[in-house]
């Protein structure tokens, strides 16, 4: 069981947008900033957006991140076949250590 | 460019032990925490621990405390992950990652597998 809340999948067809939530509490992402991340298929993960809503520099804009307070959300737009993977949340936590959603399946249709 | 790469990793038997490696380079070591994180076959991401820039500060996850250690040598851009009384559920791809608080670069990984 993971401590941030994420669901399993999501999907949608190329060209659209899709939303991918990540639900905490206010020991993790209600304190502190919250970061996505995207594993492609046997790969290790990318930092996509850190800080909430920050893109580390060579992240297509089409990648967007925001927080509310103990919630947050992934935004892809213009979704790509490419963009097919894992996508994960994390934050960190009172305990002094970082934690992260179980990861959510993004299928392009 | 930075890269990151992690190598020990392998078979042990329950109760052993295996110390990871993960070696530096594209950037200022000294000047970045640096961290540990493992994934499960077919599992999500998990934390497992973090030093500081001197190594004045360590933590880890509940599920490893006192029995794994982190440590760096920043005069050889080397992170270390000593990993003893290994348990099945240790069982994972082990990734060193810059950063603390987010990871901007990842390692490809190496795989530790605890079984007898």
């Known amino acids: 069981q993971s401590v941030l809340t994420q669901p399993p999948s999501v999907s949608a067809a190329p060209g659209q947008k899709v939303t991918i939530s990540c639900s905490g509490d206010?020991?993790?992402?209600?304190?502190?900033?919250v970061s996505w991340y995207q594993q492609l298929p046997g790969a290790a993960p990318k930092l996509l957006i850190y800080?909430?809503?920050k893109r580390p520099s060579g992240i297509p804009d089409r990648f967007s991140g925001s927080k509310s307070g103990t919630s947050a959300t992934l935004g892809i737009t213009g979704l790509q076949t490419g963009d097919e993977a894992d996508y994960y949340c994390?934050?960190?936590?009172?305990?002094?250590?970082?934690?992260f959603g179980g990861g959510t399946k993004l299928t392009v249709l | 460019q930075v890269q990151l790469v992690e190598s020990g990793g392998g078979l042990v038997k329950p109760g052993g032990s295996l110390k990871l490696s993960c070696a530096a380079s594209?950037?200022?070591?000294?000047?970045?925490?640096m961290t540990w994180i493992r994934q499960a076959p077919g599992k999500g991401l998990e934390w497992v621990s973090h030093?500081?820039?001197?190594?004045?500060?360590?933590h880890y996850a509940d599920s490893v405390k006192g029995r794994f250690t982190i440590s760096r040598d920043n005069a050889k851009n080397s992170l270390f992950l000593q990993m003893d009384g290994l348990r099945a559920e240790d069982t994972a791809i082990y990734y060193c990652?810059?950063?603390?608080?987010?990871?901007?670069?990842w390692g490809r990984g190496t795989l530790v597998t605890v079984s007898s």
């Open positions: 030093i500081s820039r001197s190594s004045s500060y360590t």
């Open positions: 990652a810059r950063g603390r608080l987010s990871f901007d670069y």
């Open positions: 206010s020991s993790n992402i209600g304190k502190d900033y």
């Open positions: 994390g934050a960190w936590n009172s305990s002094l250590t970082v934690v």
């Open positions: 594209g950037f200022r070591f000294s000047d970045n925490y």
């Open positions: 800080n909430d809503n």
